[in-house]
């Protein structure tokens, strides 16, 4: 399928999702929130692609909401509830998407762009990248998951801390509160995310389905909801061909072949 404000790729079990608007450090605007939800669709139809890498044209993540199209004009609640619900819908979809996502995150991740990456199961952020929750700075509140997800990384106290200030924090620091996963040097960015990404890919695809689902349901539930719902999914796997394959595989002292079965 053709996108105005996307690239979607595929090499071997690696999707790649590209926001390709770079004249506007791919800001968010509603076209690429509905084609991002399309592009999620494409992905999971496609039984080759095993993991997700959300990145960014033209040397940004994501600068957040566009802000140039707020300021044509003065937006009722109506419109600007209407204007988070489509964002909502993109944020549910991508933390629920099935198989394992990735954000490569080179230069600017602020604003709904910092939570978009947070929505991905992990973070590989260039050396020269920036993260914030700079909504304040323009009279608004934390959208795109915000409030929700990044205490989870982060802490409560950090969290509002990052939201009350504004700042915008280094990738050295945002690795050291937990915020991104791994921090390397621009040049090696695409490399060593593809090198994770392929790793992962590389596992057993139901396995991970349903662990992603618990890891991600775990912080809304108490422990025995969370032991019961081990259970039901180990249930699941230990059913699966991947888990022979996997056993084969370890008495054999070689590599498992994973087919998702």
């Given at each position: 399928m053709g996108y105005t404000t996307l690239l979607v790729e595929r090499a071997g079990a690696i999707a790649t999702i590209t926001l390709n608007r770079p004249e506007a450090r791919n800001a968010l605007d509603l076209v690429m929130r509905g084609e991002l939800l399309t592009a999620l669709d494409e992905v999971e139809a496609d039984p080759q692609a095993r993991v997700v890498v959300l990145t960014g044209a033209g040397g940004h993540f994501c600068?957040?909401?566009d802000v140039k199209t707020m300021r044509t004009k003065r937006h009722t609640a109506a419109e600007g509830r209407q204007r988070v619900e489509s964002l909502n819908r993109m944020v549910l979809r991508l933390v629920d998407f099935p198989r394992p996502t990735i954000a490569q995150v080179d230069g600017f991740a602020v604003g709904a762009g910092c939570n978009l990456a947070l929505c991905c199961d992990l973070i590989v952020a260039a050396d020269r990248a920036r993260f914030g929750e700079v909504f304040g700075k323009i009279g608004l509140v934390p959208d795109g998951g915000g409030t929700w997800l990044l205490s989870r990384v982060v802490g409560l106290a950090r969290a509002?801390?990052?939201?009350?200030?504004?700042?915008?924090?280094?990738?050295?620091?945002?690795?050291?509160?937990?915020?991104?996963?791994?921090?390397?040097?621009?040049?090696?960015?695409?490399t060593e995310t593809r090198r994770i990404a392929e790793r992962i890919a590389a596992g057993p695809p139901l396995a991970l389905r349903l662990a992603k689902q618990m890891v991600n349901r775990a912080a809304t539930s108490d422990l025995a909801s969370a032991l019961d719902a081990e259970a039901?999914?180990?249930?699941?796997?230990?059913?699966?061909?991947?888990h022979q394959e996997g056993l084969a595989a370890f008495f054999e002292k070689r590599a498992p072949r994973f087919t998702g079965a």
């Open positions: 600068a957040g909401g509002k801390e990052l939201i009350f200030t504004a700042d915008i924090v280094e990738a050295a620091e945002a690795q050291r509160i937990g915020l991104v996963n791994r921090v390397v040097k621009a040049a090696d960015l695409s039901g999914a180990q249930a699941i796997a230990i059913t699966s061909d991947d």
